[in-house]
């Protein structure tokens, strides 16, 4: 039974009861008209609606939303609620989000306890509120304060709601203080479905659509959810319940929203492979070594979470240079807000610089992110193998060195894995950890832990050249300058990227973060590289000329001023140039184009990274693609997307590019195998 009720003197308590988070499904709906079809009951005044456990109701139980909507619909069960003749009032005990926020707007009274959170952030999941919450909340806001909360799938403190009028009040015990309403209260207060049509806020839609635009380009639900709230001055109450009702069903059926579900759903499943039962080691105590760009920000996110660092650096200069970067990120986040002064404070009292490794013996965990140079990272595990407990996992944040050839510089190999963090690594959500050939289940078990406590998503990757999300980006780049040489520009393809969704396009994206670390890369790459391979020289000679990006003012784009980007003609001629030198005839590429060489060439990759086992499933695929590499969400991911796309076209379209180039275009044997089983590349692992 996920929905209780017993008597109180003249309340009818009516208690939520679906564990975790009480989300509404069929069970609860029925459960929900049972007591409404029991109404009224002699003596009963009041209906108390509340949740079992920490929540009230976190929104509709997403897993019924793959199939046809079944009854009896929530939507209907809250006009009845609504208009029910025995007052419904609402003790908020716990967050009130999507459903359930709907659920509280239809009662005509509304208590919660502080410090709870209340929202309608359906957006999130590529659908509008689809049961009166669009035409509810402007009703009793103002149609300017629905646009704050709704497009944006914002969800405010129980204090914010009260004083924006969402709710009428704040108590410990909401249950309580709504036995004990005076009775002119509950059956005076006013029915939102009776609330005068809100007045039109043309400025303030104007102003939400633009926002949406800018924050969620692409995605129709927000602007789908401003037209609705837009439309609340002019339309009847029922006929926008009708409208809402018909968008959040097509809404809920397309392509958007099943890719955003997707993730949704993905992102809760991450976590540590199923039989991984070794205990992790203690965490409390964590060594970094290391403190550029990745160390600093990785010691930040574990000061975040409340451990304890050493940071070790090269020399007492890098010590103090750590000191210098761990303070920079601190202070942006007292900047913005993201922590206040006493919590910078107890930060910098939980972190000590050092080039002495002894004064990390004690640490369960160590992270080293010095140099990406084997021979440095060797050095590096011989002295922490000689500093910590035989116990310590050493982990090491390479982006690309062989973890194998690390993990044997040290007497116990089992005791090494890869934690991959991505820049910044206190903001950025994935965490590729990697199974070396020796990795025990202790440091496994390390790894998804630490991601727990640093709240990223965690995700198992095998050891090869990138991992799973820099080899994606390395064919990735390798189509794009193939892309560039042989006839377009680098802003025609970010362009056509954007065009896509991705927020920018590689060769922007580049240019951020430097062009020196790829051309490390190749250099590291050219003993072993195939020499018959096509390889594309541009990157080269943009080395060469000293335009590494943005820290250099300049790259594939120029950047007057440390300003915005500006177009290159120096970079579009060097294509002309080797396109020359190589004897190669430049042809154009549409947009459509661009983007199927570079989609295709990545899908191919990450089949084969699914074939090895490099990645446990297309799912993990999809979380590396969107919380590392920028690939739109609401495109559900790589691989999520090639089974929209269908396994088929992308194979028909790799064919169509073997004939131009055999060795680098030839479909993965597991894409094959998928287009003849007639499986999608879900299915495949
Ligand atoms: P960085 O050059 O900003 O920082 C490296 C730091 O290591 C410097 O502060 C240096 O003084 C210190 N260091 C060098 N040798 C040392 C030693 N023997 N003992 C202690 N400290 C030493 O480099 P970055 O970008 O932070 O990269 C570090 C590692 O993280 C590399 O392996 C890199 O491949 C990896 N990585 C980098 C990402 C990025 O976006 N920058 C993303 C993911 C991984």
């Known amino acids: 039974m996920t929905v209780q009720t017993r008597r109180d003197g003249a309340a009818l308590i009516v208690e939520?009861?679906?564990?975790?988070?009480?989300?509404?499904?069929?069970?609860?709906?029925?459960?929900?008209?049972?007591?409404?079809?029991?109404?009224?009951?002699?003596?009963?005044?009041?209906?108390?609606?509340?949740?079992?456990?920490?929540?009230?109701?976190?929104?509709?139980?997403?897993?019924?939303?793959?199939?046809?909507?079944?009854?009896?619909?929530?939507?209907?069960?809250?006009?009845?609620?609504?208009?029910?003749?025995?007052?419904?009032?609402?003790?908020?005990?716990?967050?009130?989000?999507?459903?359930?926020?709907?659920?509280?707007l239809a009662c005509r009274y509304r208590i919660a306890t502080p410090n709870t959170q209340l929202g309608l952030p359906e957006i999130g999941l590529g659908i509008v509120p689809g049961s009166g919450g669009t035409q509810r909340l402007p009703r009793l806001l103002g149609q300017a304060r629905a646009l704050e909360l709704i497009p944006t799938a914002k969800a405010i403190p129980s204090e914010e709601a009260e004083k924006i009028g969402l709710i009428d009040g704040i108590a410990d015990d909401p249950v309580m203080v709504a036995l004990h309403l005076d009775e002119g209260s509950v059956t005076l207060a006013p029915r939102i479905c009776d609330l005068p049509a809100p007045e039109a806020a043309p400025e303030a839609v104007m102003a939400a659509r633009a926002l949406a635009e800018k924050k969620l380009p692409h995605q129709i639900a927000p602007q789908r959810a401003i037209d609705l709230i837009e439309a609340t001055a002019s339309r009847s109450f029922a006929d926008g319940l009708a409208e809402e009702r018909e968008t959040f069903l097509t809404l809920r059926k397309g392509d958007q929203a099943r890719a955003l579900r997707h993730v949704f759903f993905a992102e809760r499943a991450a976590k540590a492979p199923d039989g991984l039962t070794a205990d992790p080691v203690p965490l409390d105590r964590v060594a970094v070594v290391g403190g550029g760009t990745m160390g600093a920000s990785i010691a930040y996110a574990l000061l975040n979470a409340g451990l304890t660092v050493t940071l070790l650096e090269s020399d007492a200069a890098g010590a103090t240079r750590a000191r210098d970067n761990v303070e920079k990120i601190i202070g942006a986040s007292l900047k913005r807000g993201l922590i206040d002064t006493d919590r910078a404070e107890d930060h910098r009292a939980r972190i000590t610089f050092s080039p002495d490794y002894a004064q990390a013996a004690g640490a369960g965990l160590a992270i080293e992110a010095a140099f990406e140079s084997m021979e440095v990272k060797q050095q590096v595990f011989a002295k922490l193998q000689a500093a910590l407990g035989p116990e310590a996992i050493l982990a090491s944040n390479t982006s690309y060195l062989d973890l194998d050839a690390i993990a044997?510089?040290?007497?116990?190999?089992?005791?090494?894995?890869?934690?991959?963090?991505?820049?910044?690594?206190h903001i950025m959500k994935l965490l590729e950890i990697v199974q070396c050939e020796a990795t025990s289940d202790a440091a496994l078990a390390t790894g998804f832990t630490l991601a727990k406590r640093l709240r990223k998503i965690p995700v198992l990757a095998g050891v090869?050249?990138?991992?799973?999300?820099?080899?994606?980006?390395?064919?990735?780049?390798?189509?794009?300058?193939?892309?560039?040489?042989?006839?377009?520009?680098?802003?025609?393809?970010?362009?056509?990227?954007?065009?896509?969704?991705?927020?920018?396009?590689?060769?922007?994206?580049?240019?951020?973060?430097?062009?020196?670390?790829?051309?490390?890369?190749?250099?590291?790459?050219?003993?072993?590289?195939?020499?018959?391979?096509?390889?594309i020289p541009i990157a080269d000679r943009m080395v060469e000329l000293g335009k590494l990006g943005r820290k250099t003012g300049a790259g594939w784009y120029r950047y007057p001023g440390g300003g915005g980007k500006v177009e290159d003609p120096i970079v579009a001629d060097l294509a002309l140039e080797e396109a020359h030198f190589a004897g190669r005839?430049?042809?154009?590429?549409?947009?459509?184009?661009?983007?199927?060489?570079?989609?295709?060439?990545?899908?191919?990759?990450?089949?084969?990274?699914?074939?090895?086992?490099?990645?446990?499933?297309?799912?993990?695929?999809?979380?590396?693609?969107?919380?590392?590499?920028?690939?739109?969400?609401?495109?559900?991911?790589?691989?999520?997307?090639?089974?929209?796309?269908?396994?088929?076209?992308?194979?028909?379209?790799?064919?169509?590019?073997?004939?131009?180039?055999?060795?680098?275009w030839k479909p993965s044997a597991l894409l094959v195998e998928a287009v003849e089983t007639g499986a999608t590349l879900a299915e495949m692992r």
Request: proline share 5%.
């Open 16 to 104: 939520l009861d679906n564990p975790p988070v009480n989300a509404i499904g069929q069970p609860m709906r029925a459960g929900l008209n049972d007591v409404l079809d029991s109404l009224p009951i002699e003596g009963v005044t009041r209906v108390i609606l509340t949740g079992r456990g920490r929540a009230f109701a976190a929104g509709g139980d997403a897993r019924e939303f793959d199939g046809p909507a079944l009854e009896p619909h929530l939507n209907e069960v809250i006009n009845r609620i609504e208009t029910c003749d025995t007052p419904w009032i609402a003790a908020i005990n716990g967050i009130a989000l999507g459903g359930g926020l709907e659920l509280a």
């Open 408 to 425: 044997q510089t040290v007497d116990d190999p089992s005791r090494v894995v890869g934690l991959h963090f991505f820049a910044p690594a």
């Open 464 to 535: 090869c050249d990138g991992f799973i999300g820099n080899r994606i980006l390395a064919r990735y780049r390798e189509a794009a300058d193939t892309v560039f040489m042989d006839g377009s520009t680098p802003w025609e393809v970010d362009e056509a990227m954007v065009d896509f969704g991705y927020a920018m396009g590689p060769y922007e994206a580049q240019d951020l973060s430097g062009l020196d670390i790829a051309h490390a890369n190749r250099r590291r790459q050219d003993a072993t590289r195939d020499p018959n391979r096509r390889y």
């Open 585 to 664: 005839t430049r042809t154009e590429y549409d947009a459509d184009e661009i983007r199927t060489r570079l989609l295709a060439a990545m899908i191919n990759e990450a089949c084969d990274i699914l074939a090895e086992g490099i990645a446990r499933s297309a799912r993990d695929i999809d979380l590396v693609t969107v919380f590392g590499y920028g690939f739109p969400r609401w495109r559900g991911g790589l691989m999520h997307y090639a089974d929209t796309w269908g396994a088929e076209k992308v194979l028909a379209e790799l064919r169509r590019l073997e004939a131009e180039d055999p060795l680098v």
